[in-house]
Nanobody, 121 residues
Framework: QVQLVESGGGLVQPGGSLRLSCAAS????????MGWYRQAPGKQRELVAT???????TYADSVKGRFTISRDNAKNTVYLQMNSLKPEDTAVYYC???????????????WGQGTQVTVSS
């Protein structure tokens, strides 16, 4: 069984920084992509950033230049460095991973339990 365990959320003042981590564990054959979504109260879940196995990345326009996604393939861990945080970044941040359990199966998507990020003075 695959688990995604997130850490690093919390309360920070506007302009501050936080670093989120997400570690994938279990019987994993390969990981195609890992990343982060977020969901603010009353809003739909939205993509924040994704990093693919080859190292390429994608970002939501709202976080470009402020957030950086990185990955430690040996540890099956993805990080999200969030700088210059704004109140509108307040949301529950969810880690996701697109992976294969065996060489013979297709990709599946897994989600973490979510971690709260609150940006407020």
């Amino acid at each position: 069984q695959v688990q995604l365990v997130e850490s690093g959320g919390g309360l920070v003042q506007p302009g501050g920084s936080l670093r989120l981590s997400c570690a994938a564990s279990g019987r994993i054959f390969s990981i195609y992509a890992m990343g982060w979504y977020r969901q603010a109260p009353g809003k739909q879940r939205e993509l924040v950033a994704t990093i693919f196995s080859g190292g390429s990345t994608t970002y939501a326009d709202s976080v470009k230049g402020r957030f950086t996604i990185s990955r430690d393939n040996a540890k099956n861990t993805v990080y999200l460095q969030m700088n210059s945080l704004k109140p509108e970044d307040t949301a529950v941040y969810y880690c996701h991973a697109v992976l294969r359990l065996t060489a013979l199966t297709g990709t599946e998507t897994y989600w973490g339990q979510g971690t709260q990020v609150t940006v407020s003075s």
